[in-house]
């Protein structure tokens, strides 16, 4: 039934024949299996062990063979320093396993560190406490050929043909053991002997160092007085090796606490987080990276409340000149911790993905825009499909950070066209002047002044003045449309007595227009003065109005007039809180015209609602209708005919006397 469904699950491998291993009982490759819980184009990378065609003999006369016995062993003993079991199957009478990626230690040994040995070892002496006093088993192979590297540097405790539980040793099967070949052992604590002897062959192999891993010494000379005693009732249990120094300095401490993290207690955790980072500032950053990188991203710790505020930020973040707080280096977040986050970006856990988005920022700027496209933007696409709301909203402004890394069109897909146009000036000031200008520009002609210093704060950068008490005096009040040849007296605009505030008064319903000194003394001289070209109707008749010093002093307007004036400042706030004015966008002042109506607006008449409306009074529609004129009189006469050469002085008239004319040039008849 195993077999069967472990077929099942792995239709579609990839077996590489590249052979990587080979023994007297299998042969050993690397595959890859799409696996469906990965995204599209991305495998599940697997070992896989091939069973040689004869193997009988010595232990597998009357049993299974060694594969076979290995893969019940796999799949009965589970622990994080075992070799993880994927599936097995058989084909053409042939078994097959599956494992994780590993590569087989002796190939891998002289590019570990001292630090990396260290935890090796470790991670071999747990795995055997755990096969040994826990599960109560005997692991008769412990050597280098039993121990594998995985992808991620740990270390795996393989070699399970030689695996028995305890109640099934007996003498007959410790005659065929080959470690015990020639040997005086009875099988009893086998396994410290064969760890101690696994341990001395590997630190002969490289050389160790105590400024990289304290009591390496030690350690050794434990091995060889202790673990490998003569008798072996005197050796010490596996769990009493792990007490050793060498497995318990500060940096194997953190490491093994990370790993074992789930069987800790909340309390444990909350502890342990606190003081985390500044624990792992004391080491070497590529060391930190190189071996705790898939431990600090892992699940447990980036869900942890504790360590989503003291370790996380200051992990998924990197040193810049003006923050060093952070853990690493750019380059070293680039080589250790941007492949994590890349295969974390494949995950589809919401609350992962959301802890991603919140340090986006930090670690794009080191993709390149070809991983950015293939790694990232597929993920973030998917991401904005999501029924989770939050996760939508902290997706949208990652992919906005993207657009100017990779353009719009390869962030948002598809085609653009442009709905926004510029609304700038055409004649733009630019911005090296715009410092300059502290006020409005006038448009106002300069008249009756003197140019002075553009700078000087007074003064328009135009060249006009700010209006002021002291420039203003020396402009003349506008003159009447006949031309105001004639001099009239002037208001003087410089007296501070001429008032221009309107004070309601209560008992007349009339507006004072308050000048306070008397003197001040008004003669426009003119019959009609040119009143405002906008509303006549509404301007006072200034003739009829006429008066002395005294009278100005108490000049009202009229009920009809006041009127008037707030007739129209009601009828322009309805324009302005009108519904349909409101949504008319063409009552924007801030709307960019199009060309069509750029040019049209540029033929409309700007001064034809300026233009002066005389009103005829009765006086002047007697005066016109008492004209008359004879045509006869302009009729074009000729100077001279054939007929009659010397009448030169017949002309337009100009000679007449004054008593043939009808009326005088005053218009009086």
Known sequence: MGNESSRLKLKGITTYKNVVQENDFWTLYNGE??????????????????????????????????????????????????????????????????????SPLNDVLLQQSNIQI???????????????????????????????????????????????????INKRLLEFIPLLMGTNNNGENFEQFAFATMCEEIFEKIRSDETDVPYVHEFREY?????????????????AVLLHPYFNHEFAVIHSF????????????????????????????????SLLANDLLSRMVLLDSTAQQHVTPYVLRTKTLDRATPLFTPQTYVQYLLPHILKMFRLRDGQIRLILLDFFTEYICLLSEDQLQREILPHLQLGMNDTNEVLVAKTIRCMADLVPIMGATKVLGGERRRYFS??????????????????????????????????????????????????????????????????????????????????PNSETNFINFPIEHETTKLDFGE??????????DAAPNLQATSCTTSQVAKEYFTDHQLRSIVSKESNFSATQMDPKNMDDLSALDIQVQSKDQSECLSEVDYFKDMEPVIHRTERD???????????????????????????????????LPDEDMDFNVTGTP
């Open 33 to 102: 299996w799409p696996s469906p819980s990965e995204a599209e184009g991305h495998c599940q990378l697997l070992s896989i062990f091939e069973e040689k065609t004869f193997v009988s003999g010595g232990l597998w006369a009357d049993g299974p063979g060694p594969l076979e016995r290995a893969i019940k062993n796999f799949m009965v003993y589970r622990h994080p320093y075992i070799m993880r079991y994927v599936a097995t199957w058989e084909q053409s009478g042939l078994k097959f396993l599956a494992t994780e990626r590993v």
């Open 118 to 168: 260290c935890l090796g070892l470790r991670a071999i002496l747990c795995s055997l406490i755990f096969l040994v006093e826990t599960a109560l088993g005997r692991h008769f192979n412990i050597c280098t050929n039993s121990v594998y590297v995985s992808v991620s540097g740990s270390w795996r405790l393989a070699g399970f043909s030689y695996v028995w539980t305890a109640k099934d």
């Open 223 to 239: 091995c060889r007085a202790h673990l490998k005693h003569q008798n072996s009732q005197l050796r010490p249990k596996l769990s």
């Open 258 to 289: 990370l790993f074992e993290l789930p069987l800790k207690s909340v309390q444990e955790r909350h502890t342990f987080f606190l003081n985390l980072v500044e624990r792992l500032r004391c080491f070497e950053e590529k060391m930190v990276a």
């Open 422 to 503: 510029d609304g700038r000036p055409n004649a733009a000031v630019p911005i090296k002047n715009t410092k300059e200008i502290l006020e409005p520009r006038s448009i106002t002609p300069l008249m009756n002044i003197n140019f002075v210093d553009a700078d000087d704060k007074e003064f328009m950068v135009s060249g006009s003045p700010l209006p002021s008490d002291n420039n203003h005096t020396l402009l003349p009040l506008r003159l009447s449309p006949d031309g105001g040849e004639d001099d009239h007296e002037k208001i003087n605009l410089n007296d501070k007595s001429f008032e221009t505030t309107f004070k």
């Open 527 to 536: 019959e009609d003065v040119w009143s405002d070209w906008e509303n006549t």
């Open 621 to 655: 529609r007697q005066f016109s209708d008492s004209i008359k004129i004879d045509s006869s009189r302009f009729a074009a006469v000729p100077l001279f005919t054939g007929l009659d050469i010397d009448n030169t002085d017949v002309g337009w008239g100009h000679n």
